[in-house]
């Protein structure tokens, strides 16, 4: 059974950091595609960040590149999103999701995933 366990949210004032993390379970960490998304009230969901494994790749959406890192602890089957310099814009609820290779063969089609955690909710105060 896949499971996703987010944590890390909270309130932050602008400027700030925090850091994200998902506990994940279910696919090998050789071939697993992780990442972050999120959605803010009256907004689509967005991909923000992924690791994938299996290419050894790393995607960032434009907003958040320089400000935002993911990583991976395989000994804890853990993912990270650390987040620095946070604006408000990036306040919404932050989603992790993952898939396996070769279902899922770029970052950008993590989305069609079915395994996802419950959220964790960030708000960044100005």
């Known amino acids: 059974e896949v499971q996703l366990v987010e944590s890390g949210g909270g309130l932050v004032q602008a400027g700030g950091s925090l850091r994200l993390s998902c506990v994940h379970s279910?696919?090998?960490?050789?071939?697993?595609?992780i990442g972050w998304f999120r959605q803010a009230p009256g907004k689509e969901r967005e991909e923000v960040a992924c690791?994938?494994?299996?290419?050894?790749?790393?995607y960032y959406e434009a907003s958040v590149k320089g400000r935002f890192t993911i990583s991976s602890d395989d000994a804890k089957n853990t993912v990270y999103l650390q987040m620095d310099s946070l604006m408000p814009e990036d306040t919404a609820v932050y989603y992790c999701?993952?898939?396996?290779?070769?279902?899922?063969?770029?970052?950008?089609?993590?989305?069609?995933?079915?395994?996802w955690g419950q959220g964790t909710q960030v708000t960044v105060s100005s």
């Open positions: 690791l994938g494994r299996k290419v050894d790749s790393a």
């Open positions: 279910g696919f090998s960490s050789d071939e697993v595609y």
């Open positions: 999701a993952e898939d396996r290779w070769p279902r899922v063969l770029f970052c950008s089609e993590l989305g069609r995933s079915e395994y």
